[in-house]
């Protein structure tokens, strides 16, 4: 057995014994465990979702309601509720009224959808009836299938905008010439007035010239010598001249009225075509001068019915200006615009007359080749990019050379509209691929 160790400590020796088996201690309390989150830091995020449920109430449903005031109403008290809120069962009671809300206000979003369609189909139909009763009055066809084609289509503010420009500029020129046209045959109907009056005229003077005539022949039958009738026949013969004289004045003015009826006939009809032009200025770009897809719809169907009572080719040609939008970046949308407009310049100029150039969108166009076979219209094509390049394209005193990318397709038998354009846009994609500035034929 091992001796206690001794110590010493102011001359007195201490023995340390072996302490006992340690008392076990009491167990210290366990501290309480520390919330998640501040509760200062929850009440700001309850307090900032309330704000934006009050914000949300107030100004994004406040002006979405504005045709529903019962919506509406609902919505104000919901928000001044929220506001106030700060129990859990004030919070639920909130929960519950803002579901109750979005259910009505989902029913009245279909009654308002259903309305807006009704709306648009009332307006087509009224369409449909301006154009069967103004058969005629063909200067008014290319506004009605405009908006026709609007509404046919999904709309959009940017489209409705650019329809209504549109419009607003056909319908002034139209009204200026309107204005005219309607001078003119007031005119028409003043000379046409005159002409009957004129001619009325005439019979009247030919019939007191008969009457006279017979008097004088009564007054013949019953002279008794010559010297008689020697003043009666002066008398006749001078009746006769002022009645040629009154005849063939007359005749002129007939023949001078009638001219100016013509004229103004002209005129009337110039004026109609003029009319008729106006309204087909609704089928073109209005930036390009080119023709839009409404107009490009309506030519390919000419040429495509052409084509097939001749039994010629007809190919079309799907254009890209290439590095289109790094040119908008680089120079300005400007520049850009300036870009298509001298593109089209040059294809009217180089292309036949025949031949149909359209914007197909953004910097796309389609060229529609009639009685052309597809070797032939590649050259063609090829040989528009080579004058295109030949004529360089200025913008603020820089010369700047734009290229295009091409895919060319010959229409098959019965191939429609869609699927010929399709081909010609694969075979975009393809000169696109194999370095730009390329024409390709469709397969």
Known sequence: MVAPP??????????????????PKAAAPTPAALPAAPVATESRQLRLLRELLVRTLTLALGSLLRNAPELAE?????ASSARNATTEPALNDISARLKQLCFRIELKADDLAEEHELLLRLFQLLLENIGELLEDDSWLSGQLAN???LLSGPLSRSALLDATRSLKEVIYKQGVLKHSLKEAKVTVKNMMITFIDRLGEV????GDFHKKMGNYSQKISQAKDIIELNHILEDVMRDTRLAQTEVLRSQEDIIAAK???????????????????MSELVREDQLTGSLNRRGLDDAYEREVARSTRRKTPLCVALLDLDDFKRLNDTYGHTAGDGALIHLVRVIKETLRTMDVIARFGGEEFLIVLPDTPLEEAVQTVTRLQRELTKRIFMHDNQKLLITFSAGVA?????????????????ALYEAKRAGKNRVVAAR
């Open 74 to 78: 609902e919505s104000e008290m919901l």
């Open 6 to 23: 001794v110590r010493k400590s102011a001359g007195v020796a201490l023995v340390d014994m072996p302490s006992a088996t340690p008392m």
């Open 147 to 149: 908006v026709q084609d």
């Open 259 to 277: 001219q100016e009826v013509q004229e103004a006939e002209a005129r009337i009809e110039q004026l109609e075509s003029q009319l008729e032009q």
């Open 410 to 426: 010959l229409r098959n038998d019965d191939e429609e509209q869609t699927d010929l354009i399709k081909r010609a846009d694969e």
């Open 203 to 206: 019979a009247t003077s030919t």
